[in-house]
């Protein structure tokens, strides 16, 4: 609006319509510093004739006007719809997990891909201290409940703790007894997908 004039059209003064009315007399210098950057023109309302709208109209056809077509060959597009969304469940998902844990709070995040590549993401604030490899697997198991509530089969899961990731896939060992209940949780999880696999990449790649 910055660079082009404003035509304000009205049947009412607007002028008028602030001098009468006591109200707005205390608005007017804040109105008119607000409204001083645009260009406002006012232009009285004029009486407009029946036909002038469809003599409008009549000037701006064109030789390509098609009639509108009330047949949808396509109907039963809808039900080809459905089954394609049943079938992306069984494609592979993609899920990437992560977490922190610092003086200002707790909080996690996960976003889960679709084979279509559409983004899904979820962030959760830990209202309970806790350390780094709780906020990791927390961040990894609301990822999994999310793709279980899409009731998704397949997924890849990515994460940058080689922690959370090695425990899980069974390489390193769970010693430290905060992490028992937690590795038990997503093992828990993971029998309500048909495949699932998880991947560990760098930090600075995440």
């Known amino acids: ?14 002028i008028k319509y602030i001098m009468e009315s006591p109200i707005l007399s205390g608005r007017i210098a804040r109105w008119q510093i607000l409204l001083s ?12 004739k029946e036909s002038a709208i469809a003599d409008f109209l009549t000037t701006r056809t064109t030789k390509e006007y098609e009639p509108l077509r009330f047949d949808f060959p396509d109907e039963d597009l809808m039900c ?20 922190a844990s610092n003086a200002l709070g707790h909080g996690i995040g996960a976003v ?3 084979p279509e590549g ?18 990791e697997y927390e961040a990894c198991i609301m990822g999994l409940r999310a793709a279980i509530e899409r009731n998704i089969q397949t997924l890849k899961v990515y994460g940058d703790s080689a922690l959370v990731i090695y425990q899980i896939r069974g390489d390193w060992e769970v010693r430290d007894s905060k992490l ?10 993971i029998k309500e997908f048909k495949k699932i696999n998880f991947n560990y990449f760098p ?4």
């Open 1 to 14: 609006m910055l660079y082009h004039t404003t035509w304000l059209i009205s049947k009412l003064d607007p």
């Open 37 to 48: 950057e645009y260009d406002i023109v006012y232009v009285s309302q004029k009486s407009i």
């Open 80 to 99: 080809i719809t459905e089954k394609e969304c049943e079938l992306s469940k069984e494609k592979s998902w993609k899920m990437s997990f992560d977490g």
């Open 112 to 114: 889960l891909v679709s």
């Open 118 to 135: 559409n983004h899904y993401p979820f962030t959760a604030r830990l209202n309970f201290f806790c350390i780094n490899n709780i906020v």
């Open 180 to 189: 028992v209940k937690y590795s038990d949780l997503v093992a828990e999880l």
């Open 203 to 206: 930090r600075e790649e995440n």
